[in-house]
C-alpha cells in the first residue's frame, strides 16, 4: 500500500482564525505605522505569507524596504493582539468542530502521515494550535522560516507546501499519494501547481467558488470522521490505480 499523506492549512481550515488573524494583522499595521488598509484582498498579493506581506505592505507605507527591527516590531505587536483577542473571545482559537478526532485517527494509522502548514508567523502559529487543543497530538508544523536576512526572499505558501511534502515522504521507500485540506482560493490553486489533490473547507457560495476553482470534493465540517476517512482512502486508491494504468 502507497503511502498517503495529508497536509492540512491552519487557519479557516483546523481553526476558525482566519478572521481575527486578519484583524489583528491590519490593526497591527495601524498601531505601529499609522498603516490602514483599505482592503484586505490578500489574494491580489503574491506573496501569501505573513513575512511576504508584511515586507510588501510595509514597503508601500514607507517607501522603502522596510529593516529587519521594522518586521519584528510589526510581529511583536501582532502577537500581542492575538494573545489580548484569545483573553476575550476563547471560543475564536478554538478548533473547528471535529478536527481533533480526524487528526487523532490518522495520526494512528501506518499508511497515513499527517502534516500542518501555515504561511503564518511560526509562532503565532505554535500559539494557535496550543490554544486550539491540537499541540498534544504532536504533529509536525510547517511555516515560513524565520531568521532569514530582510534581503532574502521570504518563503512562499508554495514553498512551504512542497517542503512538507517532502519532509513527510523522506526516507519512506513506498509510492506516496498527497491530499492538501484548505479553504481559500489560493490554497486550491498553489494544491494544483503542487500537483496535489485539493480538498476543500466551506459552505454556500465559497463552497462554489472552491469547486470551480478544482476542488476534488469541500468539506462543509470534520464532524463526521468516518466518512471524511472514508473520502480520503477512495481519493488516494484512485490516485493508485490511475498511476498504475499509466
Known amino acids: 500500500m502507497s503511502l498517503r499523506l495529508l497536509l492540512c492549512d491552519l487557519d479557516g481550515t483546523l481553526t476558525p482564525t482566519a478572521q481575527i488573524d486578519e ?3 491590519t490593526m497591527a499595521l495601524a498601531q505601529e505605522f499609522g ?6 484582498d490578500w489574494s491580489s498579493y503574491p506573496e501569501q505569507s505573513d513575512c511576504g506581506l508584511s515586507r510588501r505592505i510595509l514597503n508601500d507605507a514607507l517607501g522603502r524596504e522596510p529593516g529587519a527591527d521594522e518586521i ?12 489580548q483577542a484569545r483573553c476575550s473571545n476563547p471560543e475564536l482559537f478554538q478548533a473547528n468542530a471535529g ?9 494512528n494509522r501506518s499508511d497515513w502521515k499527517v502534516g500542518i502548514v501555515s504561511a503564518g508567523w511560526c509562532s503565532a502559529s505554535r500559539l494557535k494550535l496550543r490554544w486550539a487543543g491540537l499541540e498534544e497530538l504532536g504533529l509536525p508544523l510547517f511555516c515560513p522560516r524565520e531568521g532569514t536576512p530582510t534581503s532574502a526572499l521570504p518563503e512562499s505558501k508554495r514553498s512551504i507546501l512542497e517542503r512538507a511534502r517532502a519532509s513527510l515522504i523522506a526516507g ?17 490553486r498553489i494544491a494544483l501547481q503542487c500537483g496535489l489533490h485539493f480538498l476543500g473547507h466551506g459552505q454556500g457560495e465559497h463552497r462554489e467558488r472552491l ?3 478544482g476542488a476534488v470534493a469541500v468539506l462543509k465540517d470534520f464532524v463526521d470522521s468516518a466518512e471524511i476517512l472514508r473520502l480520503l482512502d477512495e481519493l488516494c486508491s484512485s490516485s493508485s490505480r490511475t498511476a498504475a494504468l499509466d
Open 211 to 213: 469547486q470551480a476553482a
Open 35 to 40: 498603516h490602514r488598509m483599505e482592503a484586505t
Open 172 to 188: 519512506e521507500p513506498k509510492q506516496s499519494t498527497a491530499i492538501y485540506v484548505g479553504d481559500n482560493l489560493w490554497d486550491a
Open 99 to 107: 478536527v481533533f478526532r480526524l487528526l487523532e485517527l490518522l495520526r
Open 72 to 83: 519584528h516590531r510589526l510581529q511583536y505587536r501582532f502577537l500581542s493582539l492575538l494573545e
Open 23 to 25: 484583524a489583528c494583522f
